[in-house]
């Protein structure tokens, strides 16, 4: 889609977000700024330079990443800018630094850079820049590790999610509930914003609702049902009947379904905690309209007595957690019994009372669930999610690619780790069914690849590996989003990535998505930057060693 | 240490850190806010109630925790009270609420709550309750994510600095240089606070030095090296003796330097980069007392040059960084190389140059290179130190123990997952030796154990295993840190928790602390919470069904 459409479409709105608190630039790594000083002394000042930042390897065993990230990055260069307070710390903690360079950077602003970048929400793959930052070498170098933090974790936790989101299907409701064991506070709201950006459908915290208008959702804790011993002790018990308004006993109304239902279970009504029974009515008096309860394995009973006396109420309960045991069995085990249920008092919406599970789950889980069956609406997912437990760090990497206009490539004994030189532009292309086939590196001035006009794409560094193609559609993945102080192209909302995140995903054949063994996705340079940077290789190759 | 100690030392500032954000009530699940409406409907408000949060399994394979966050659960308690602004969100998001509970919730304070723990840096185990948060219900409850929060990962990477400095040793320097792969910004900002903390002697997080007056530490990217084609380039070329002031070229005095040292090398001096030696020799011109190069394969001898150089100017160089090959030879081969150098020229401190690495390193990487041998005096570690790569969170619970009096267990058919019930104080009993011997659990109330005079100490759940301890000295490990709203014990400053990790650690004794199969701290209760707890079991035991 492009900004246009979401131009188009009124779905765009600019600068709609600042609530979140402002990344300074001082988020960064020391050697930054004793770079940046030496360049300073060294009058490089009008130098300029063009820096790639991109990963070398899809995160989680898998063979696509989604981009993120990009927002909080163009928010944090309008606010590029060092604080006096951060001026004087500079100079008590780098004592032998000339004064005159914290004059000069007091002064600096990213109003000179230029930042080339894919959509955020994109589906991306390694050695394609994911942006390209370009301008006075100080500030473009100045910005490197912000950056780098601000999209290694968004990219790692949005890519996270959506394969969490692949292996459970669209139907499934997915909630994120990490806060609790993310790294940091703020771990814990980035995790709750760039789960929901890749593709869940809400988060337990809070904040992040507040600040990022995503659904919160919650019901209760174990904890709840300890702090009551039985019905007794329930001092308020009435409900009024959500239609006539008529008030009842709504703990005699539970009790009693509890009695009437015992048998229905095979088990006595005794067998069943009544301190349960008197949480489950306490947390249905609060939320009739929302009931859900957290169900261990044997509180089954005390839901479907509480769910019925809503029933007679005149409102409809939510459903269950299940946060121990067997999810495969007790969700199966669940649904049968509110089948039963369903049948016997004839009430149709028992049947599809939502189940949700939330204990420990990971990806490999819901894989797992797939293939045994089971009957869970909905995933809580926490720990695994938000710290990415497979692989808990993306490795995006900044690299220069350029100086005054001359190209630089990195060489490395690694050839993963050799740098593709000079200013590229990226284009992917189509096939006729509408599936991505291939990303196309070129040369910034290079013509772009047309459609119906075979094109030579070439492995980096490989040259048997080529292939020519014939797109059925051609879409430069770059825009220009911020140049001249300003961002300058229209950020979507939150909500519209994530919709983005769907849509690119779509794009990509499903044996690139699949979780086991997934086709690589082919990334390849054109034939002008293959031969540059062959060329540019053997020019810098060592002397007197064979590398 | 005690910390009447540390106040008679002069060493504990009351409230003095507080540059660091206020941690909001929002920043929680909404199930909170759900559990606190539905017990405010059920007439809970005068109910009390008693909290343990503790954790059930050391990370790492370890057999010890550093307990890191309590200053921050404190100041957040401090500030704990929701905002006009968080409670206008919160009534639009659950609009079934009786508006009445808001202004309850707007009134609430943390004033009513008693917060009982183990100093902050304490080594700590499984099953002892870190925290005891006692008071009003409803309270109690609403603070359990936050609290996790902010205990969990802090003690996370407390625990995972400590073990790499044991891994060290403490004559190596510890850097953390994590932030560009940290889980969000402020992941890398809790990050490098409790590295430091946890042992590290420094980060590159410029924030993190600002704000938690950590050194910091930094010298130069690659991206720096490439900038530079040669040393024709260099516009500013002098430098000023530090003695005599005398100006001269430095960039010659490195060329000439080069051209002598090269056959040392067996190198022709073409055969090292001249860019290399320009970039060099400008970050020595910036940094003459502070010279550090990042050397890769190849710079041994452009580095010499430059530092040779910087000996004719009256200046000593720092050293190298390695960032990339094998960190055993390339070191090695450094230090052989200093020698030499030292040797020919007469230079002693060239002998004892500074060696940094910093390639991708964890705790193995830390034990093979001392099983190799190396010449390492400095490691940067980044990305597995940040993330705890290899066990991403710390699983710290928050489980009710007791409500109104009466204690509460929660059984799970893991006996792992068993509380313990009722309010507890904890003792750490000593050997002679100094060494700590075991922690004991007891219920508040029950006489403290005597020094002398011998105890029964019991695994929580195994009847066998039991044994008299006579302790050598008896450390009570809980101090009343809030009440009454306020923080009632001082505050160590960070570089004093630091300090109390190292003095905390030394008392374990070496097997609980070494990297393979280390031996099981023991925890255990006294006889009289033993038979509580089981007779508490029994009386709860599930009717009808073996557990």
Not at 35 to 40: L, T
Not at 130 to 155: C, D, F
Not at 386 to 394: D, E, F, I, M
Request: hydrophobic share 40%; charged share 25%.
């Amino acid at each position: 889609m492009s900004t246009q459409d979401r131009l188009d479409r009124g779905e765009v709105k600019l600068n709609s977000r600042r609530q979140n608190g402002v990344i300074q630039p001082l988020l960064t790594d020391l050697y930054q700024i004793t770079m940046a000083y030496a360049y300073w002394r060294a009058d490089k000042t009008k130098d300029t330079a063009v820096f790639d930042l991109f990963f070398r390897k899809n995160p989680f065993h898998g063979e696509f990443t989604i981009f993120a990230g990009l927002e909080e990055c163009l928010k944090f260069l309008e606010n590029f800018n060092y604080s006096d307070s951060d001026i004087e710390y500079l100079k008590d903690t780098l004592p032998t630094i000339d004064p005159e360079f914290f004059d000069f950077l007091r002064k600096l602003n990213a109003d000179g850079i230029t930042v080339w970048a894919i959509d955020e929400g994109s589906v991306v793959f390694p050695r394609v820049p994911l942006m390209r930052i370009e301008g006075p070498l100080i500030v473009a170098q100045l910005l490197e590790t912000t950056l780098l933090t601000l999209v290694n974790y968004a990219s790692l936790v949005a890519t996270n999610a959506a394969r969490y989101r692949l292996a459970a299907g669209k139907n499934v409701t997915l909630l994120e509930f990490g806060l609790r064991r993310a790294q940091g506070p703020d771990g814990g709201l980035s995790a709750s914003k760039y789960a929901y950006l890749g593709g869940f459908d809400g988060t337990s915290n809070v904040l992040a609702g507040k600040l990022y208008q995503i659904p919160v959702r919650g019901t209760h804790a174990h904890a709840y049902i300890s702090s009551f011993s039985d019905c007794e002790e329930l001092k308020c018990r009435t409900m009024k009947h959500k239609e006539t308004g008529e008030e009842q006993d709504f703990i005699e109304m539970c009790k009693n379904w509890k009695t009437e239902l015992a048998p229905f279970f095979a088990l006595m009504k005794e067998e069943s905690s009544d301190g349960e029974l008197a949480a489950f009515a306490s947390y249905a008096l609060a939320f009739p309209e929302a009931f859900v309860a957290l169900v261990d394995t044997s509180g089954l009973l005390n839901f479907c007595a509480v769910a019925m006396a809503l029933n007679d109420m005149g409102f409809i309960p939510k459903g269950i957690r299940i946060d121990s045991g067997d999810l495969a069995y007790l969700s199966t085990l669940s649904r049968a019994t509110f089948e039963r249920v369903a049948t016997k008092y004839n009430l149709d919406w028992f049947r599809t009372l939502m189940i949700v599970a939330s204990n420990d789950i990971n990806e490999e889980t819901i894989w797992s669930l797939n293939e045994q069956g089971h009957q869970i609406d909905c995933f809580g997912i926490g720990t695994h999610l938000v710290t990415c437990q497979r692989q808990p760090a993306l490795g995006c990497v900044y690299k220069l690619v350029a100086i005054n206009s001359t190209p630089k490539i990195k060489l490395s004994e690694d050839v993963e780790k050799v740098t593709m030189p000079g200013r590229k532009d990226v284009f992917r292309l189509y096939g006729g069914d509408g599936h991505a086939l291939i990303d196309l590196l070129v040369q910034t001035g290079e013509p772009a690849p047309e459609i119906g006009s075979r094109v030579l794409c070439r492995h980096p560094f490989h040259e048997s590996k080529r292939a020519w193609v014939n797109p059925a559609k051609v879409e430069p993945l770059y825009k220009m989003y911020w140049k001249d102080g300003k961002i300058c192209e229209p950020l979507p909302q939150l909500v519209e990535i994530r919709q983005w995140v769907h849509e690119s995903l779509k794009t990509l054949r499903q044996d690139h998505k699949r979780n086991l063994n997934p086709t690589p996705f082919k990334v390849a340079v054109s034939d002008r930057l293959y031969h540059f940077i062959h060329d540019l290789w053997l020019e810098n190759a060592p002397i007197g060693e064979l590398s």
